[in-house]
């Protein structure tokens, strides 16, 4: 049988032979008329309903005051109460003069960190970022919303591949010694968005001591998937502020991260970390934004998370949840597209993305054909700035969301299209 051939090894009549066969099932999940949506990486209903505790953790008959008497219900404490700066100092290995606890969302304050370097310059900075054009090093494929960000303030993208240990520093080195209107890159150092890959020691001690001719250079450094571990076997990433400082850069790094995906994506907590100055300087700011964050739900989440240990705990929780859907995901394209020499993929620890590559130029065919079977995915180029994929073949599969059942029906479909596409590819 053709199962598990190199197509690129077939023949014509094998290839139209086995077009027949699988345009037959296609047209099998056309009739059935599904909608299923894996575009987006969102926890389950399941997922959620392990914090949902927390919502009872804080009540009328609770002392509502932070362990420094500052009264949670009023205004104030415009960085985090002290109790939620140590749980999260402890989550990302920083001090707590090193953190400030924020709203519900990183991405928010990610976008705030830079709408205010646009506006006013970075702690050390000779002058606003908005002043003349500047530049963001995204390592690709990546994040969408990373991206969009830099759309919005007509901040000029440069690519740079995405190795299996982190960006391609030699092309990284290069640009940033050369050109002082790059003043930042994007990182998602564990378990990345979408490819799952963890930065290795390396790569971050490079980060950290690299020349920049920006001498306002920052590193925007999106921690978002620190505790999502899918193995007992977590992957190892190195502290990049300890590495900055040794490096002499103290103030080279933002670290961001949240509860998005540890409790709710709607009501979590963000924070941000960096050198006591970065902060000294982003306080003041902050202070003029906001007369302070939801104390409340730092307080619901300290005392729910309480410590690292049942931290860890409440993530083993999600991972016996979403890791049965991941191998579900990677076994099927075993099956399905193993050995057949038309799509890659990688196997993440952690994380909520498995990212696929096609042949060059399938990507967006293969889109459009599973959303025509009613299985919608992220689209095609999402993971690249501007939304232009110059090879058109990484697909971004975020499995957390659907059921199993409904998983394996858009997997099914998605296998097919692939393979559809691909042998369209050879016949041409
Ligand atoms: N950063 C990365 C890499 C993400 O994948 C996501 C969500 O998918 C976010 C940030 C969003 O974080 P938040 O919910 O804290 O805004």
Redesign the pocket.
């Known amino acids: 049988m053709l199962n598990h051939k190199d197509y690129s090894k077939l023949d014509t009549n094998e290839l139209k032979e086995h077009y027949e066969v699988l345009n037959e099932k296609y047209d099998g999940y056309l009739s059935q008329n599904l909608s299923l949506d894996m575009s987006?990486?969102?926890p389950s209903a399941e997922q959620l309903e392990l914090s949902k505790e927390m919502l009872n953790i804080v009540s009328t008959h609770d002392d509502l005051h932070a362990e420094d008497g500052s009264d949670c219900l009023n205004y104030g404490v415009i960085d985090g109460i002290p109790e939620a700066k140590r749980f999260f100092s402890n989550m990302l290995g920083v001090s707590t003069k090193e953190i400030i606890i924020g709203g519900?969302?990183?991405?928010?304050?990610?976008f705030d960190a830079i709408s205010r370097a646009m506006l006013q310059g970075v702690y050390g900075g000779a002058a606003n970022w908005g002043k003349a054009p500047i530049k963001f090093i995204c390592p690709t494929p990546g994040?969408d919303?990373?991206f969009a960000i830099c759309e919005f303030f007509n901040i000029e993208m440069i690519l740079v591949d995405l190795t299996h240990e982190g960006p391609d520093m030699d092309t990284v080195e290069d640009l940033v010694r050369a050109d002082d209107s790059i003043k930042g890159i994007w990182c998602?150092p564990k378990y990345?968005?979408p490819e799952g890959i963890t930065y290795s020691d390396q790569i971050v001690d490079r980060l950290a001591s690299m020349d920049t001719k920006a001498k306002d250079f920052r590193i925007f450094w999106?921690d978002?998937?620190t505790v999502h571990h899918l193995t007992n076997t977590p992957d190892p990433l190195k502290n990049i502020l300890t590495a900055c400082k040794e490096a002499g850069h103290a103030d080279r790094v933002f670290m961001?991260?949240?509860?998005?995906?540890i409790t709710f994506?709607g009501a979590?907590v963000?924070v941000l970390a960096a050198s006591e100055d970065n902060l000294n300087f982003i306080r003041k700011q902050i202070s003029i934004q906001t007369i302070g964050p939801d104390k409340i739900n730092q307080l619901r989440h300290v005392r729910f998370l309480r410590d690292l240990d049942h931290l860890k705990l409440h993530m083993e929780k999600h991972a016996a949840i979403i890791k049965p859907k991941f191998d579900l995901v990677l076994n099927k394209f075993e099956s399905e597209l193993g050995g057949k020499n038309i799509a890659f993929w990688n196997k993440p620890n952690g994380?909520?993305?498995i990212s696929l590559n096609t042949l060059d130029g399938c990507a967006q065919a293969v889109v459009s054909m599973a959303a025509k079977a009613g299985v919608k995915l992220t689209n095609a180029g999402a993971t690249f700035p501007y939304g232009q994929d110059p090879r058109d073949r990484n697909i971004r599969i975020a499995p957390t969301y659907p059921s199993l059942t409904e998983l394996e029906t858009a997997i099914e479909v998605l296998c097919l299209c692939v393979q559809l596409v691909s042998i369209n590819k050879f016949l041409i």
Do not use: I, Q
């Not at 519900?104 to 990610?110: D, E, G, K, T």
């Not at 961001?256 to 995906?261: C, D």
């Open positions: 987006r990486g969102k519900n969302s990183s991405l928010n304050m990610m994040y919303r990373h998602v990345s968005n999106d978002a998937y961001f991260s949240s509860t998005s995906k994506p979590g963000a994380g909520y993305f």
